[in-house]
C-alpha cells in the first residue's frame, strides 16, 4: 500500500481544479477582486483613495498646473465607485460578472481585458470632452457599458436573445442620472460607443489570419483615444 500511494499520480483537490482552469474567467474574477478591495479601502475613515483615484478634466489640463498632468486617472477612476452609493459597485460588478464570463470564454483573457481596459478609457475621455473639466466621476461604467456593447455587436451577428442585456443597460442608464452619486452619463455613451466597436473588430476578424489586423484595429481605436485624451492640450482650458 505504501509503493503503491507513493507512486500514485498527484492530483489537486477539485476546488482548485476548478479556479485554475484554462476556461475560467480569470480576468473577470481578478477584477472584480481588485474593485471590491479598493471600495474597502475607500470605507476606511480619513482614506484618501477616492480622491487619488478619480478623474476629472482638470487632471488633464496643462494650465492647471496645481493640479499637474495625470493621464493614469482616466484608467484607475474605473476601479473606484461613490461609497455613498453603494448599490452602484454592486449592480457594476453583478453586470461585470454575467458579461465577463461571457465574453472572456469567448474572446480570451487578453483580448477581454484589452476590451475591458480601452472601453474604460473611452468612458474617461467622454468626460473629458462633454462634461465639466471640474466634475470628478468615479465607477466602472464607462468599461462595463463596452462590454455590454461588445455583446450587443456579437449577439446581433451571431443572433440571440438580448432581453437581458437591454434591461441591464436601461437600468445603468437611468443610474447615471441620479444627482448626488459621481457617475456620468457621459462615461456610459463612451465606453458603449468603444465596446461597440471593438465588438465589431473582433467579429469582422475572428479568422486566425486576420489576427495581425485584429491587433492593429485595436491599437489605432486605442491611439484614437490617446489624441483625444489632448483636448485641453489643443484647446487650451481657460
Request: proline letters at 4%; charged letters at 10%; zero cysteines.
Amino acid at each position: 500500500m505504501k509503493e503503491q500511494r507513493a507512486n500514485a499520480p498527484r492530483t489537486k483537490p477539485a476546488i482548485l481544479t476548478r479556479l485554475s482552469g484554462r476556461g475560467q474567467p480569470v480576468v473577470t474574477y481578478s477584477i472584480i477582486g481588485v474593485t471590491f478591495f479598493v471600495f474597502i479601502l475607500q470605507l476606511i475613515p480619513g482614506s484618501n483613495v477616492t480622491a487619488a483615484l478619480q478623474f476629472a478634466g482638470i487632471y488633464m489640463s496643462p494650465q492647471l498646473d496645481q493640479y499637474g498632468i495625470e493621464p493614469w486617472r482616466m484608467l484607475t477612476s474605473v476601479f473606484v465607485h461613490s461609497t455613498g452609493f453603494i448599490f452602484h459597485v454592486a449592480l457594476n460588478m453583478y453586470t461585470l460578472w454575467i458579461f465577463g464570463q461571457l465574453l472572456e470564454g469567448l474572446l480570451g483573457r487578453g483580448r477581454f481585458l484589452a476590451l475591458y481596459l480601452i472601453s474604460g478609457l473611452a468612458g474617461s475621455v467622454a468626460v473629458l470632452w462633454l462634461a465639466s473639466p471640474y466634475m470628478p466621476v468615479v465607477g466602472a461604467s464607462g468599461a462595463i457599458f463596452g462590454l455590454m456593447g461588445a455583446f450587443l455587436v456579437i449577439q446581433r451577428r451571431l443572433g440571440g436573445n438580448m432581453t437581458q442585456l437591454l434591461v441591464l443597460v436601461g437600468i445603468n442608464l437611468v443610474i447615471g442620472f441620479i444627482p448626488g452619486t459621481n457617475i456620468a452619463w457621459q462615461a456610459h455613451v463612451g465606453g458603449l460607443v468603444a465596446g461597440a466597436v471593438m465588438g465589431l473588430i473582433f467579429v469582422e476578424t475572428r479568422n486566425v489570419r486576420q489576427r495581425t489586423l485584429q491587433t492593429v484595429l485595436i491599437a489605432g481605436l486605442a491611439l484614437l483615444l490617446v489624441i483625444l485624451s489632448l483636448r485641453y492640450f489643443i484647446f487650451p482650458l481657460v
